[in-house]
DNA sequence: TCTGGGGTCCTAGGACCC
DNA sequence: TCTGGGGTCCTAGGACCC
């Protein structure tokens, strides 16, 4: 039997975050929204049975919301980081190897418990439990993949006790012939698509797919997912977190960016914030990338997406050099008048590249010290962060914010804000 | 008339994930 | 009227070099 490798996910995560500070939610539908409040990210059981899906806008559900008495929230990051954090904590008691796959999912290797694996994957699971209040479901198998298939099918079968172990040949075999293909790790809505054209329906035909036809099909990719559900190990549990290779800060606007000055307005935001988040992290940036686009959801609007990507030299996690630079790249992609060219900007962006840790920072030539510009970012951050957001900003980046982001039903930073914990009066 | 070939690097775009 | 945001990886194709 090859070493076991569990796959620990947190059920419905936000919503049992939001659940764990108010009871009061526990039982009834529970809605909660991406920034901006525009679509449901997280969904209570009650939720998905009332037909809520993943990503839908709000609007399309505001019925549900009144007949059913949905509670709708919006999210709360601060708490989400915070209590998935103490998930991690309580797994990493159960073993010394483990890869945080993301902010409710994480990767244990359980080799070296010789036949205790199971019963370890189950304490873990209940120890989570106790300890954070969040309900999870574990998958066990020989290989990633399959561990992320064995969590599916504890998640949707209760029969498994939210433990399900594809180390059991049995158990794996019946799965797999009854789980859709799209449901592999994966295999999106296109290699889906292609999977099914030449018959392909099931987990187990992928499986038995051979592999010149996977080649065909897909890229190597595919190969290496059919390699997997066959047992065969391919992807490693990756402990050590890698140096992230871009950062980007991007929002659909309250209401359209009509004008030049409207889009420079929102761009300018997003470049201040991607400054700020490029300095918490200690890194530098050589290269930004703005973006802005139409609704692609609009029929009938005229519809236009501009792109424009320059280096920066030297590479900088300055907020005027980064303001300078995004707005080279908004003048530079802005078509025609600049008191209106006809389109409607629904979003904008500000994505980052090229990131090296701030220490590393190459030297330029001709390059001179400019350490009042450090002392002022310094400076600028210790504000902001005391006395909230956005109290300092560079002056083109306006006062009436139409790009601002909405959140009228979040919840209180419980954890995380002194001011914000909950009192108990006894 | 016949018009190289092989290598690297970079970028844009697609696909997928949570 | 209102439709998330932030990531990674792979491939194809162009530019460039010798």
Not at 29 to 38: E, I, R, W
Not at 247 to 254: E, I, L
Not at 352 to 372: N, V
Request: hydrophobic share 40%; aromatic share 8%; charged share 25%.
């Amino acid at each position: 039997m090859p070493d076991p490798i569990a796959l620990i996910d947190c059920n419905n995560f936000y919503v049992s975050c939001e659940r764990v500070f108010d009871p009061k939610l526990i039982g009834v539908p529970v809605v909660v929204l991406s920034n901006n409040d525009g679509c449901a990210v997280a969904r209570s059981e009650e939720a998905k049975v009332l037909g809520i899906k993943m990503a839908q806008p709000l609007f399309q559900f505001r019925d549900k919301v009144r007949d059913h008495g949905i509670r709708v929230m919006s999210s709360n990051y601060t708490l989400y980081g915070d209590m998935s954090r103490r998930v991690v904590d309580a797994v990493g008691q159960f073993s010394p190897s483990f890869e945080v796959y993301s902010i409710d999912e994480t990767f244990v290797d359980l080799s070296g418990f010789g036949d205790r694996y199971l019963k370890q994957a189950s304490d873990m699971r209940s120890t989570v439990r106790e300890l954070t209040g969040i309900p999870t479901c574990v998958g066990v198998a020989p290989t990633k993949t399959l561990a992320k298939l064995a969590n599916y099918a504890a998640k949707k079968n209760p029969i498994f006790g939210g433990v399900c172990d594809f180390t059991d040949a049995r158990v794996a075999d019946w799965c797999m012939a009854r789980i859709a293909v799209g449901e592999v790790w994966g295999v999106g809505a296109a290699t889906e698509g292609k999977l099914r054209n030449i018959g392909i329906e099931t987990v187990s035909q992928l499986r038995d797919l051979p592999m010149s036809l996977a080649r065909k099909v897909g890229t190597v990719v595919l190969e290496r997912i059919v390699a997997e559900l066959q047992g065969v190990r391919c992807l490693d549990i990756e402990e050590v977190v890698p140096q992230r290779k871009g950062m980007a800060v991007t929002r659909s606007a309250g209401e359209p960016m009509r004008t030049f000055d409207a889009v420079m307005q929102a761009v300018t935001a997003h470049a201040t914030q991607a400054a700020y988040k490029l300095r918490q992290h200690g890194l530098v940036a050589g290269q930004v990338t703005v973006f802005f686009h139409t609704s692609p959801f609009s029929k009938t609007a005229p519809q236009h997406s501009a792109s424009r990507t320059i280096h920066l030299k030297p590479m900088t996690n300055n907020t005027f050099d980064m303001i300078h630079a995004a707005s080279l790249c908004v003048q530079k992609a802005w078509k025609g008048d600049r008191r209106g060219n006809g389109y409607a900007y629904a979003k904008a962006g500000v994505i980052l590249d090229d990131l090296i840790r701030e220490a590393d920072t190459p030297q330029l030539l001709f390059e001179f010290e400019r350490p009042r510009d450090a002392r002022l970012m310094t400076a600028l951050d210790a504000v902001n962060d005391r006395f909230g957001k956005k109290k300092i900003v560079v002056a083109s980046e306006g006062f009436h914010r139409p790009f601002e982001v909405k959140a009228e039903m979040r919840s209180p930073r419980y954890t995380t804000r002194i001011s914000e914990v909950p009192v108990i009066k006894a």
